[in-house]
């Protein structure tokens, strides 16, 4: 079956960088979508990130243009998303999630798979 892990997170101080990682497994990867979402303390999840499956085309919610980069290597069957700049509103749960479809989509409701997250803190 499809299975999702991420890595990577941790506690950073504000201005500080992450690399999440989420490796993906039983499925052909490269075919697929993936995006990544986020969920603080009383707030619903939200999008962070999307990347078409030739990683070719990316996304990004307003809050972290600039700051995060995401990226993929279908080789390794993994996305990437670097967070540098970071600020105490970017602590959260991290969420990879995989779309059946080479392109993506901003919804939650729009991808198939979800790893199980890894959290995020920033202290100020």
């Known amino acids: 079956q499809v299975q999702l892990v991420e890595s990577g997170g941790g506690l950073v101080q504000a201005g500080g960088s992450l690399r999440l990682s989420c490796a993906a497994s039983g499925v052909i990867f490269s075919i697929n979508a993936m995006g990544w979402f986020r969920q603080a303390p009383g707030k619903e999840r939200e999008f962070v990130a999307a990347?078409?499956?030739?990683?070719?085309?990316?996304y990004y919610a307003d809050s972290v243009k600039g700051r995060f980069t995401i990226s993929r290597d279908n080789a390794k069957n993994t996305v990437y998303l670097l967070m540098n700049t970071l600020k105490p509103e970017d602590t959260a749960v991290y969420y990879c999630a995989l779309r059946r479809s080479a392109l993506f989509v901003l919804y939650i409701t729009g991808y198939d798979y979800w790893g199980q997250g890894t959290q995020v803190t920033v202290s100020s």
């Open positions: 990347i078409s499956a030739s990683g070719g085309s990316t």
